[in-house]
Structures are given as C-alpha cells and as structure tokens.
Nanobody, 125 residues
Framework: AQVLVESGGGSVQAGGSLRLSCAASGGRIGSSCAGWFRQSPGKEREGVAS???????RYADSMKGRVTISKDNAKNTLNLQMNDLKAADTAMYYC???????????????????WGQGTQVTVSS
C-alpha cells in the first residue's frame, strides 16, 4: 500500500509563506490523482489543490492565487507552495492520492484512498 508522509508545516505570521512536501512510497505520485486537503477543529476536511496523472491542476477557491501544487516525479513527492498566508489558513494539512483521475475533478475527501498523517500549519495575525 502507498504510504504518504507530509513535512514542511510550522508557524508563520500572516503574509508569510510555507512549502509543504509529501513523500510517497509504495506507489508513484506521478501515476495518481494527488491532492492537498486541510482540516481545522470543528470543520470538515476541505480540498485545497489537486493534480492529476496528466499534470492538470485545480485549486479550491479558498486558496486560489496563493498556492501552487506540483509533483516531482523523480523524487516521488507532491508539493504545495503557500504564499500570503492568513490566520484562516490555520489547519492540519494532508496529502492524499487516488488512482481515479476523475476524483481530481470532483475533489471530495471521501474519494481519496491513501492519506498521510498530516502536518500542522499555524498562521498568527
């Protein structure tokens, strides 16, 4: 089974940047629909960005224009560059994959089969 491990979270001030990474083993990130989700206490897990096996990227409105998702096929990693962070972006961030490209379009958490343990992002205002 594919194992995903996130890193790069931390505490930043509003307006700052972070780069999250997700290292995959037991499967190729490049052949999957892969995405970043986030969840804050008391809220449902929501999608942030996805990238499918053809490299097509999609962004949720919540962070569009402030994040960039990318894959490094050589390193088998999924990345999320986040800029101009806001206090409302404070959450646990997860990477996830599924073998079905269509799920990158509908982008619902329940359709993703493999999940990392999450990395905490805290933004102070």
């Amino acid at each position: 089974a594919q194992v995903l491990v996130e890193s790069g979270g931390g505490s930043v001030q509003a307006g700052g940047s972070l780069r999250l990474s997700c290292a995959a083993s037991g499967g190729r990130i490049g052949s999957s629909c892969a995405g970043w989700f986030r969840q804050s206490p008391g809220k449902e897990r929501e999608g942030v960005a996805s990238i499918d096996s053809d490299g097509v990227v999609r962004y949720a409105d919540s962070m569009k224009g402030r994040v960039t998702i990318s894959k490094d096929n050589a390193k088998n990693t999924l990345n999320l560059q986040m800029n101009d962070l806001k206090a409302a972006d404070t959450a646990m961030y997860y990477c996830a994959t599924t073998t079905v490209n269509w799920y990158c379009v509908i982008f619902r958490a329940r359709e993703f089969t493999h999940w990392g343990q999450g990395t905490q992002v805290t933004v102070s205002s």
